[in-house]
């Protein structure tokens, strides 16, 4: 009985809002002339979007005032569905372990790289969201419902799509071979083959403590070295670089008698020293600058308080001033002796 895919049964439609525009909002009307949209950068986007949907998918729910609205179901999408898509392909074509496969998994869905592919792709003029929401700090939500997008698409062109924009691309040296050159255990065994023909490998066994052992081995048996570790990975790095200085040391010691040698160590540190100089001096340079920035913007704001405390003052003193004369101007009032006339109707009301 076939088994069906469970990454097919994740696919579903996502409904589609209603757009409607509002004056409020910071970013342009979709109506006005987006020549870039015909720029070559887009014409791989253009394939399976178009530019009013793209608007539509990029969206935020802050944008509009009503709730239930905006792009929150596509994020969803790209964060869960795509996401699983994704996986479905490392494991059909991707050589490893699933615990390889899970760390390459993260690596690709990476929040920064997300907003490297945000910026790569030039999304923000598309983007449309509420005045008080910060674009730059949630890149990587846009890219989620743009990912989220392509769920609804059919097959193929999902396949496209992650091999175009998330396994290809600048993301491809996630896949890519090591090189030996960058292989510790291969330039081990170079040197071992190269010195007397014999070859290194690395032999793992576990400890009674649940440690694991990496040893390093010649073709003889004879153990080179050995590294203990928690981590399994990490016991064979050790073990490795171990191997490595230990089958160094002949040629460091030729190295360190000669006297070129000690000579380009030198012009390379001082190059670096140089370089970290520069990098010092231009980042002191930056936080120097921002520093007279903030002072200046705290100098400003110290005097608009300032400004505002004189005027409060300014008003305080008149009010008293002028409550001052009102109580003096009744109590002139109150003094003043009474009239005859005002003094005979008073009686004659008692009366």
């Known amino acids: 009985m076939p088994v069906s895919n469970p990454v097919e049964e994740v696919r579903f439609l996502l409904p589609v809002p209603t757009m409607t525009e509002e004056k409020h909002i910071q970013q342009p009307h979709p ?29 935020h729910y802050s944008y509009y005032n009503k709730e239930g609205k905006g792009n929150s179901r596509y994020v969803f999408a790209g964060m869960f569905a795509f996401r699983g898509l994704v996986a479905q392909m490392l494991f059909d074509f991707v050589p490893g372990k699933g615990t390889q496969l899970q760390h390459l998994l993260g690596n690709l869905f990476k929040n920064e790289l997300l907003a490297q592919t945000f910026d790569n792709l030039k999304l923000k003029q598309f983007v449309r969201a509420g005045e008080k929401f910060d674009v730059d700090s949630h890149k990587h939500i846009f890219v989620y419902a743009l990912y989220g997008y392509v769920t609804t698409l059919d097959e193929e062109l999902q396949k496209w ?44 066994e576990q400890t009674e403590e649940g440690l694991y052992r990496a040893k390093a081995v010649l073709s003889d048996g004879t153990v080179l070295c050995d590294a203990v570790s928690k981590s399994w990975r990490y016991a064979r790095t050790k073990a490795t670089k171990m191997a490595l200085n230990i089958l160094a040391i002949p040629s460091r010691k030729y190295l360190l008698s000669n006297p070129e040698y000690h000579a380009r160590v030198l012009e390379r540190m001082e190059a670096e020293r140089v370089k970290r100089k520069a990098e010092i001096e231009e980042r002191d340079a930056k936080k120097a600058e921002l520093r007279e920035k903030r002072k200046e913007a705290w100098k400003n704001k110290i005097h608009e308080k300032d400004i505002k ?36 109707y008073l009686e004659d009301k008692k009366k």
Do not use: C
Not at 33 to 58: F, G, M, Q
Not at 326 to 342: T, V
């Open 31 to 59: 109506r006005d002339n987006y020549k870039p949209w015909e720029d070559p950068l887009y014409s791989d986007l253009r394939k399976i979007i178009t530019r009013a949907k793209l608007r539509e998918v990029l969206t």
């Open 309 to 344: 405390r004189r005027l409060a003052q300014a008003a305080a003193k008149k009010r008293k001033a002028e409550n001052a004369a009102r109580a003096a101007a009744k109590a002139a009032k109150e003094a003043r002796p009474m009239s005859a006339n005002k003094r005979r």
């Open 161 to 204: 799509f992650i091999s175009q924009f998330v396994l290809g691309g600048e993301n491809a040296h996630f896949l890519t071979h090591k090189k030996r050159n960058r292989d510790l255990l291969a330039q081990a065994d170079d040197i071992v083959r190269q010195t007397d023909g014999r070859r290194l490998s690395l032999q793992m």
